[in-house]
């Protein structure tokens, strides 16, 4: 597949991401050989490529089965003895008084000036999180991430997947005139409508993790849309018509 057919299959405004997945596929086809990307794409990437491309075989790993953020494998030919580039880490709250959220690991992640995508998922329990990273920098958290905020915190690799928590929700259902963007983002975080058609237009709301700027975009089931400092929510289903004409919606934010 020529480059320019390979971006047109991604989001004009994630050409960076789209380009250096290519130079994996073209090496891949290149040289007839198997290839994982060290980075974990968002389904906006993954799901248009399929389960195949040209002659390949296009095939995912992340957290769990249903994780978002995943590595790519472009595979040739199979090779069970094969494993994807990545490392589960157990990163234990060790205090007893502070609970930590997903954002508080995220961003002490971060804060290590790791990059977003060689980040997978982050699942959090009760006294923790797992989160699948690239193996590139597991001995670099392993060795450095000593604390989540200011709560100290302990880092292990762990093999075991029975000991992965479920994904959990919060549902939220609210009430709207239409399925526009702003409309939502307005009762999903409670603020005015202004100020949600703003935080769209300053670019601070993605849509299946592309930004977002028009405040008029409709939201389909199945979309994700994250709202920066308030998290991520999918759009889970529509309940029908309220008896004052209003659109009823359900949302689950992740936890």
């Known amino acids: 597949m020529k480059k320019e057919k390979f971006l047109e299959l991604f989001p004009k405004d994630a050409v960076n991401e789209a380009r250096k997945l290519y130079n994996y596929f073209e090496t891949a086809e290149k040289y007839e050989i198997n290839i994982f990307t060290e980075e974990f794409y968002t389904p906006n990437f993954w799901k248009r490529l399929g389960v195949k491309i040209g002659s390949m075989n296009v095939k995912t790993c992340g957290l769990t089965e249903v994780s978002e953020r995943r590595q790519i494998l472009f595979e040739n030919y199979e090779d069970k003895e094969a494993e994807y580039p990545n490392k589960i880490l157990n990163i234990k709250n060790l205090s007893k008084f502070k609970k930590q959220e997903h954002k508080d690991y995220l961003g002490s992640l971060l804060g290590l000036n790791i990059k977003?995508?060689?980040?997978?998922?982050?699942?959090?329990?009760?006294?923790?999180?797992?989160?699948?990273?690239?193996?590139?920098?597991?001995?670099?958290?392993?060795?450095?991430?000593?604390?989540?905020?200011?709560?100290?915190?302990?880092?292990?690799?762990?093999?075991?997947?029975?000991?992965?928590?479920?994904?959990?929700?919060?549902?939220?259902?609210?009430?709207?005139?239409s399925e526009r963007l702003d409309s939502i983002v307005s009762e999903l975080v409670n603020i005015s409508r202004g100020s949600a058609s703003e935080a769209v237009e300053s670019g601070n709301i993605m849509l299946n993790y592309v930004v977002q700027k028009r405040k008029d975009k409709n939201v389909d089931i199945s979309d994700i849309i994250t709202i920066r400092q308030h998290g991520k929510f999918i759009f889970s289903n529509d309940l029908g018509m309220t008896k004052k004409g209003k659109k009823k919606l359900l949302f689950k934010k992740y936890i």
């Open 116 to 177: 977003r995508e060689l980040l997978g998922d982050i699942l959090v329990y009760e006294n923790g999180a797992y989160v699948i990273v690239s193996e590139k920098i597991s001995d670099f958290l392993l060795n450095n991430l000593v604390q989540i905020g200011r709560t100290p915190c302990e880092v292990s690799v762990t093999d075991d997947m029975k000991e992965l928590p479920e994904t959990e929700f919060q549902e939220i259902i609210i009430r709207v005139n």
